[in-house]
C-alpha cells in the first residue's frame, strides 16, 4: 500500500519564489446570500479555479491531466474567514504550494480584496494523486518536477 | 436520422391525473442572494430535483437510468418568475409530464410556497432521450409505458 | 398602475452595433456535472455575470446600482442547449440589448466556444426595474441613455 | 471588547444526548462533477442545512433569527473526505454542539452514506453569534439554554 509519509522518501525542497502564484476573479451576484455577502461555501470554488490556474501556468492544462490520468481531489480543506468579501469586489487568491509528499500535496491560500488589500480568507487544501478510479497513485519525479516549476505567465 | 416529430409516429395520450407529482422541497439558505430572496438561478435545480423524484415515483431511479444508459438532458427551459421564494421557505414543485414526443418530452411546473399558496414560478423544460456518448436515442414503447404509469409513492 | 407596453410610450431605437457586448469567461470544474459536461443550471449564471459586465462597459457598476436603489431582477428566461460546454472551454457570452420599455428590459444571449466557435447555448432574459422593496419602476430617460450607450471597454 | 475566551465564563456543560441530531439529505444531480462523484465544497452546504434543522428542532426557526436579529456566520471549518457520496445518495448529517463560548459555538459532523454507513466526510465549524451589522455580540444565557435544549422532532 502506498503511505503518504514514507520513511526514506525526502520531500523535495520548495523554491517559495516559484510555488506561488496570484490569481486574480471577480464576485458573482450568484455568489452572495441573504446577509449580502460572499455565501461561505464559496470561497472553496475560489481555491480550485485559482489551483486549475496556478497548474495552468505551470504547463499543466486540463487536457494534460486528462490525457495522463491524473486527478487531484482535495482530501482536507481548513477556511478562517476573517473578513466578508462582497458581491463585484476584486479578489486575488494568492496560492502557494508548500508540501509535496509521496502521494499528496498542500496548497495555503490567502484570499485578499484588491480594493484595500483586506484579508477576508485564509485556507489551506491537501490533494491526493489518484487515477480515474479514485486508487492513490505516487507523485512520480516527472510530475514533482512539473509542480516544482516557477510559472510561465503572471 | 431521429427526428422529434415525425409523421405516423402519434404522441401517446397522456392522462393528465397520472402525469402529475407535487415534490416538496425547503429553501437552504445559499440558495438566496443579496436581494434576500431566492436567485433565479437556483429555481433551475428544483426543476430538476423535482423531476428526479417524478422518476423515482415510477420507478426510474438513478441506478436504471445507469444501467440502461438513459440520459434525459435538458434541451430547452422557460421560466418565469411570479413571487420572489425566501429562505426557509417550504416550496411544492407540481411536476407534470405533457408531452412524448420520437425522442423528447416535456414537463411543465408550478412553484407554489405551502404557507400561502402563492405561485413563485412558472417553467418548462424539454429533455432528449440521450445514450451515454450524447446521441440522441428513440423513446421506445417500454420507456413510454414508464414515463405513463401513475405515482406510486405520494 | 405601471404598464409595461404603454400607449404613447415608444421603445427607444437600439443601435445594434452599441446594443452589444463580448464576454468572455471560462467553466470551472464546479460548474460541470456527473455526464463530463457544464451542468445546464450554469449557463444562467454565465449570462448573469454577463449582463453585470455589459452594465459595467457602459458605466454602470454595482457600487452605481446599489446607491441609486436600481435592481434589475430577471422576470422571464429562456434557454436553448445547443452543444455541450466542458470544463475549461473558454466561453464568449455575445450579449445584446435588444428592447427598452416602460419597466423591462430583454437581453438576447449567444454563448460561443472559443476554441472552435461552436454555438453552445442561445439565451434570452426580460429584466424588470424594481426599487430596494421590489416594486416596480420606470425606466426614466436617464437610465434608458445609460442602457444605449456604447461599451467603453472591450 | 468581546473576548471569546473570558477567565471566569465557564462554557456550559453540554449534554452528549441532547446535543446531536442526524438530518437526512438526499444528493442532488447538480452536486455531481465530471469526477462522477459529489463536488467537494458541496458538503459546505449539507453541513449547513443540516444545522438549519439542528436548530429548528429546537425551537429556533429562520423567522425567530430574523425578527431577533441573530446571525451564526461560519468562522472557521475543516473538512476531511473519507468516501466519495454519488448522485441519489441518501446521506445522514450527524451534527453535534460540541462547544459554547462567549460568542462562538462550535458543531461537529460525520456525513454518513445510509445504505452502506460509510463515513464519507467529517467535519468542524465554528460559528459567530453577530448582529445585522457583523458585530459580535454575547451569547448570552436565553440563547444558551435554547441550544443546549434536546431536539424536539426527530
Redesign the interface.
Known sequence: MLRDTQAGVPSPVIDPSSARSVVRTRV???E??????V????Y??YL??AR?EWLRRRGL???DWASRGL?L?????????RA?A???DELDVETTLVEVRAATVRFDYRIIRVSDQKLCTEASTRLARVDAD?ALRRIDDDLASELLRPEVQA
Do not use: W
Open positions: 458573482r451576484f450568484v452572495t446570500d441573504l446577509m449580502g455577502i455565501h461561505h461555501g464559496n472553496v470554488i480550485e479555479l486549475v492544462t486540463y487536457a486527478h481531489p482535495v482530501v482536507d480543506l481548513t477556511l478562517r474567514y466578508p462582497r458581491f463585484d479514485h
